[in-house]
């Protein structure tokens, strides 16, 4: 068997094995965040506008911190992860908060099967269509489980990061496609000299199939745009520029770091 075949094993073993350093980490900062602040970009704070009493689909939700702040801003949220230790975690933080999100783990692709309503809104950002091999079955995902004119808001990293080595010094992968990436790393992003070895599948998708799925699923694209900047401080070389916003060094506003796009039912 191919790792690729066994990914959301593998992948989900990886993430179970991080949560708890990602807990404890600055990065996260989960005591700011329990003492109210959210954990939510001003990037996707701008694209979802008013939530209150709109009920709110989040994949890939990892330990719940961005669901959980919409919930404080009165969505009525569901937050889907493959890390059972990631959802176990949320459920006890949204319990210790008092709110009422509800968390369930399930594979993305499994959703429709684990959820029965429709949402006004599905939400997805910052480093999650890397995980999955089929764009076109996520997309027909977030097209089932979207009410008629409801939104798909989505922040990602943009593609061309993927194309370099950790150190933004050479392009050492495909902007397309084309192969499954099959790795196995140390540390973790918010500490990478974290005592964790994971290994992972991956795999990179370029901005026409994230388009041509959305569009193919019967969504249409209401906004995009593409940004010199990342709001995490989650690769290396980087440097804080503006407070809160990151770019690699050496290459300063010459690459797109992230994008972002609304899609509507």
């Known amino acids: 068997m191919n790792s690729s ?5 593998i992948n989900r073993k990886s993430w179970n094995n991080v949560v708890d350093t990602h807990l404890a980490s ?3 900062g989960q005591e700011k965040f329990m003492a109210g602040e959210t954990t939510l970009k001003d990037i996707e704070l701008k694209l979802l506008g008013d939530v209150k009493d709109k009920k709110i689909l989040h994949l890939q939700c990892h330990f719940g911190q961005d669901s959980i702040s919409l919930a404080r801003m009165g969505a009525q949220v569901t937050g889907i992860d493959l890390s059972d230790k990631a959802i176990a975690t949320a459920q006890g933080i949204n319990q210790q908060l008092g709110l009422s999100a509800e968390f369930i783990c399930c594979d993305v692709y499994d959703t429709p099967n684990h959820v029965s309503e429709k949402f006004d809104i599905v939400f997805s950002s910052y480093g999650t269509i890397g995980w999955l091999p089929d764009l076109d079955k996520w997309a027909n995902v977030i097209s089932t489980l979207l009410k008629p004119g ?3 808001i989505f922040a990602e990293f943009h593609p061309v990061v993927w194309m ?3 150190k933004f010094s050479i392009v050492e992968y495909s902007y397309f496609n084309t192969e499954a990436i099959v790795e196995t790393t140390e540390g973790t992003y918010t500490d990478r000299d974290a005592p964790l070895v994971n290994k992972s599948v991956s795999w990179n998708h370029p901005l026409s199939e994230v388009f ?3 569009i193919n699923a019967g969504l249409s694209i209401d906004q995009f745009q593409e940004l010199d900047y990342s709001p995490y401080n989650c690769f ?3 440097e804080e ?10 290459l300063g506003n010459k690459v797109p770091l992230v994008y972002s796009l609304v ?3």
């Open 241 to 250: 520029f503006e407070p809160g916003k990151f770019r690699i060094k050496h």
């Open 150 to 152: 409801g939104k798909f």
């Open 5 to 9: 075949d066994n990914y959301l094993d």
């Open 26 to 28: 600055e990065f996260y």
């Open 212 to 214: 041509s799925a959305l």
């Open 236 to 238: 290396q070389e980087t």
């Open 263 to 265: 899609a509507s039912k």
């Open 164 to 166: 370099f080595d950790y």
